[in-house]
């Protein structure tokens, strides 16, 4: 189903962004530093020195008693334990919020143990609950990413809707250049694009608005999620920014295809047009599932000079993790130039005569010719 709504009322829904542990502190940092409109921040940390150093206008300290201040020593249970000991104020400081983003870095203390808890309370408070994490990047240690994982096993029975960001996709972003704080500074830019890209949606007047209800109807009680954003500029800017967005799930292994919902932010200059709304919106619904619920609105930003940003958020997998790869609706173009940028990224990918017809994931051949600028877990990793 396929809707196109223009809703002019008034939207007063309260969304809270809080971040666990200092992955979810960094993350939230910089949204309050890019001015993230209509939401309130706040972070929990175990850690006073790390609480001292947020911009965050609302700052709880769990487990003083547990931790005295010092941290959780990436032990997750010290990070539980600690969440627990502050249930009380977490809950008091959630109070009164329609849709509550929980961020973390997962795969250390606070922000691993920590998270799970502080959806739940968040859930119990009757909000729309979506968690937004990193995974560590592989250098960090097996340890991290096994922390890492039996924190997503945990996040995922608490919350309405998870997503998660795999740190390793982003060494290839900036080669062999990249710097160390260049790519954390990545990883915390794309949770910010994940929460303004739902929450824009919301509080941002456009020309098609969505009403709180349309999101919650997409997003809750729907597990893994995944997400794609693509921008880009000129003639073709509107195709090229929609294929970029659904040709690069961050999920490995996953496609648009297969699920139940899909919340589309298209976000241009004031000289978008109909057309090219029709355009990508269209694109997007001939590789989705023809019976998906798809919603989407429009956010005028006057910074958005010539190019349009697409984000898509795909809800609904019935097991996102192990889902197997899906023969693409697209793939009926047949034959198509690898310089064309009107022909969607993965089918430019070079491909065997027998796999004509599957759409893999992985770095198109080209990368190589892509602007930087646009993430890398957006393009393809190579397998």
């Given at each position: 189903m396929f809707e196109l709504t223009e809703v002019c009322i008034e939207n007063s829904a309260r969304i809270k962004v809080i971040g666990a542990g200092g992955g979810g502190g960094n993350a939230v940092n910089t949204m309050i530093s890019y001015s993230l409109r209509g939401v309130d921040f706040m972070i929990a940390n175990t850690d006073s020195q790390a609480l001292g150093a947020s911009n965050a206008p609302?700052?709880?300290?769990?487990?003083?008693e547990v931790t005295k201040g010092l941290g959780a020593g990436s032990n997750p249970d010290i990070g539980r334990q600690a969440a627990l000991e502050s249930r009380d104020e977490i809950r008091r400081q959630l109070e009164g919020a329609d849709m509550i983003f929980i961020t973390a870095g997962l795969g250390g203390g606070t922000g691993t143990g920590a998270a799970p808890v502080i959806a739940q309370v968040a859930r119990e408070s009757g909000a729309l609950t979506v968690a937004v994490v990193t995974k560590p990047f592989q250098f960090e240690g097996k340890k991290r990413n096994l922390q890492a994982e039996e924190g997503i096993v945990q996040l995922r029975d608490v919350v309405d809707t998870l997503i998660v960001v795999p740190n390793q996709r982003l060494l290839s972003l900036g080669g062999r250049g990249l710097s160390l704080l260049?790519?954390?500074?990545?990883?915390?830019d794309i949770l910010y694009q994940a929460?303004?890209?739902?929450?824009?949606?919301?509080?941002?007047p456009g020309l098609i608005n969505l009403d709180f209800a349309d999101v919650k109807n997409i997003m809750c009680n729907m597990g893994m999620a995944l997400m794609g954003t693509g921008t880009a500029s000129g003639e073709n800017r509107a195709v090229e920014a929609a294929q970029r967005a659904i040709s690069s799930p961050l999920l490995e292994d996953n496609t648009i295809q297969g699920a139940q919902g899909i919340l589309l932010s298209i976000t241009g200059g004031p000289d978008m047009s109909l057309y090219e709304v029709n355009e990508a919106s269209s694109l997007i619904q001939a590789e989705a599932h023809e019976d998906a619920n798809i919603i989407f609105g429009t956010v005028i930003d006057e910074n958005m000079r010539d190019e349009i940003r697409i984000t898509v958020i795909a809800t609904g997998f019935e097991d996102a993790m192990k889902k197997k790869q899906a023969p693409s609706n697209v793939a009926h173009l047949g034959g198509f130039r690898k310089e064309d940028l009107s022909t969607p990224a993965y089918l430019r990918k070079e491909k065997s005569r027998d796999q004509a017809n599957v759409l893999t994931i992985g770095i198109n051949d080209e990368s190589q010719n892509v602007d930087i600028d646009i993430p890398t877990f957006l393009r393809r990793q190579a397998d």
């Open positions: 609302v700052k709880i300290q769990i487990g003083a260049d790519a954390f500074k990545k990883a915390d929460v303004k890209g739902i929450s824009d949606l919301i509080v941002v």
